[in-house]
Nanobody
Framework: QVQLVESGGGLVQAGGSLRLSCAASGRRFSTYTMGWFRQAPGKEREFVAAISWRTYYADSVKGRFTISRDNAKNTMNLQMNSLKPEDTAVYYC???????????????WGQGTQVTVSS
């Protein structure tokens, strides 16, 4: 069993930066693929980024967002730069063994953290 808690969301102006963190409890953290997803109002949840032994990014965030993890601390981060209003969403971290590098099914989810980018 893994519990995930996100933090770091907030309100930022377009062009600004935010850093999201995901703290995981439980064992075997290093064995999981970790991912970030987001869901905007009225839209389906979408893949943002994932990290296993390498990293994967959605085209919409490539070059602006950076995913990282610290297995010794059971944490994962998402550095978001050059934020745009369309990045506004609730961001969720997830852990599991997905069958896809760009999404797929994850076993554990956090409660989400709101990111709002004003124009």
């Amino acid at each position: 069993q893994v519990q995930l808690v996100e933090s770091g969301g907030g309100l930022v102006q377009a062009g600004g930066s935010l850093r999201l963190s995901c703290a995981a409890s439980g064992r075997r953290f290093s064995t999981y693929t970790m991912g970030w997803f987001r869901q905007a109002p009225g839209k389906e949840r979408e893949f943002v980024a994932a990290i296993s032994w390498r990293t994967y990014y959605a085209d919409s965030v490539k070059g602006r967002f950076t995913i990282s993890r610290d297995n010794a601390k059971n944490t994962m981060n998402l550095q978001m730069n050059s934020l745009k209003p369309e990045d506004t969403a609730v961001y969720y971290c997830a852990a599991g063994f997905p069958d896809s590098d760009y999404g797929g099914s994850y076993d554990y989810w956090g409660q989400g953290t709101q990111v709002t980018v004003s124009s």
